[in-house]
């Protein structure tokens, strides 16, 4: 891709949430080798208009300075390492991202969940400890070697700082 080109968001053009949002994303995984982490924060019942667009762009900005800048490079082991976006799913008040990162012949998966949500739903972490409001979640589902090493290098801290 080319990191110069001009992207666009049109946030009108966002489709509305899915109706069963569980069928884009699970906290839980059946694989014993995935792990998911979440950082989460507690909103006042009224967003500031156009906060989650601010956060999807901010999110994708991270992630295409991640993905532009690790096109074809030499890790220290000498191995060449590819990172793309296998698939991204844009709503009114959630975005999934799945990065894939190829090296040699092993392939690396990082899915990325950004939602807001009410403090009473079932996609809401902790719902139970919670007073009602919204949370602004962010997630990540990946391989949980080396404390969560590869989900950590493909984006989830940079996205989690430029939020904060």
């Given amino acids: ?35 998911t982490l979440c950082q989460s924060w507690l909103l006042n019942d009224r967003i500031p ?3 989650f667009d601010q956060v999807k762009i901010t999110a994708l900005e991270e992630l295409e300075g991640i993905v532009d800048g690790n096109q074809h490079t030499i890790d220290t ?27 040699e012949d092993i392939n690396s998966i990082v899915e990325f969940f950004i939602h807001l949500v009410r403090s009473d739903s079932l996609q809401c972490p902790a719902s139970h400890t919670l007073n009602r409001g919204i949370k602004l979640v962010v997630s990540a589902k990946g391989d949980d070697a080396h404390d969560c090493y590869i989900i950590w290098r493909l984006g989830y801290q940079n996205i989690i700082d430029s939020i904060e």
């Fill in 77 to 103: 082991n000498n191995r060449t390492t590819k990172i793309r976006v296998s698939q991204l799913l844009c709503y009114k008040t959630a975005l999934y991202v799945k990065l894939i990162e190829k090296k």
């Fill in 49 to 51: 208009f156009g906060m």
């Fill in 1 to 35: 891709s080319d990191s110069s080109a001009t992207r666009y968001l049109l946030p009108g053009l966002c489709q509305e949430d899915p109706k069963h949002i569980e069928n884009i994303w699970n906290f839980k995984s059946k694989e014993a080798w995935k792990t």
